[in-house]
């Protein structure tokens, strides 16, 4: 699938990361700070989980027969100086493909 766009079923992964105004944070030295971001979507048809061999990157799972035209995702973590920090990711589903079949109707 094309970054930018998801499919019913299919799957995605997306990476987290804390700016600091644009620019990616990273803590001072002696800094006991640790991002730990969390990850929910608008349909409650997306799986989420968090991925154990990259941090802060969610893989995502849409199921098949998923009808929605896209998902939000809502990023959060609280920041260095205890603010909330937040964001969100808008994904629309690909166009399905055509589908063709034929109905058979018994007439007499």
């Given at each position: ?81 205890g603010s909330i920090a937040t964001g969100t ?20």
């Amino acid at each position: 699938m094309a970054l930018g766009l998801l499919s019913s079923p299919g799957t995605a992964a997306l990476l987290l990361a804390l700016l600091d105004n644009g620019v990616p944070y990273v803590a001072p030295e002696n800094s006991d700070y640790k991002f730990v971001p969390s990850l929910v979507a608008s349909d409650p048809d997306v799986a989420i989980t968090a991925d154990p061999d990259t941090p802060n990157q969610f893989d995502v799972t849409i199921p098949a027969g998923d009808i929605s035209l896209g998902v939000i995702f809502t990023a959060q973590a609280t920041a260095p100086d205890g603010s909330i920090a937040t964001g969100t990711l808008t994904i629309p589903f690909a166009p399905q493909p055509q589908q063709f079949t034929i109905k058979i109707t018994q007439t007499a």
